[in-house]
């Protein structure tokens, strides 16, 4: 009969074997690419995008949610549902997009779309390809300035610029690769669990942060070269983390408010305001 520390010997070597393969087809799903250029902020990341999903897909997936989206406001009367609300967003977005050049030129093309939501949430978001949405509950409740709207709206068109959709759903296609490969050589579903924490941990957390930040800081440049002041981010980031009680806004659940988050804030702001002064 095998003893059980060789078992558990032989168990951990075919387990280091399978996470090993499993994670190496799961990278190999993916090329490496760099979406947009570096900016004053310095943007050099190295992305990986699996050649399962396109950005041409990914594009007009959005274009066809967002138009449901659209259909469903404007059904509940929900829609741009203030004239004047909804020509104030317009035209600071209009001038951060006008900038976008300098990340990516292309973008200067896309089928930008800028519009306001009836919703109690306090959120803002970009999909692929330039469909914007701001909520009626942040122009309420945090009543922010025009450039601590710039600086929320150019973080949100960052993330668009740099891709980072079509980057998590192709993380997220990769290691369900990867975990299918172990599940399926140790016929375990606590090795497909474990895999799948482990690749959170490995992959989805420490990117979604790096997202985060990359979208923070080309978002002043954004901000700054559009003539709004860059510092406005850190008070915009304070009132969130400020506003809500009990209960955060619903844009910190996926953009979340910390110390370390306003520092680098600082930093970058301070790097950029020699554009603000110069375009303001």
Sequence with gaps: ?????????????????????????????CAPVQTTQSGQVGINRTQYMSSLVSEAELDQEAASQYQQILAQARAKGALDPSAAQTQRVQAIARRLIAQVGVFRPDAKNWAWEIHVLKSDEVNAWCMPGGKIAVYTGLLDKIKPTDAELAAVMGHEISHALREHAREQVSRQMGTSVGISILAAITGSQAVADLGSNLSQVMFTLPNSRSNETEADRMGVELAARAGYDPRAAITLWQKMGQSGGNAPPEILSTHPSSQSRIQDLEQASARVLPLYQQHR
């Design 1 to 29: 009969m095998t003893s059980q520390p060789y078992a558990s010997t032989q168990w951990r070597r075919v387990f280091r074997w399978t996470v090993g393969a499993g994670l190496a087809l799961a990278l190999a799903a």
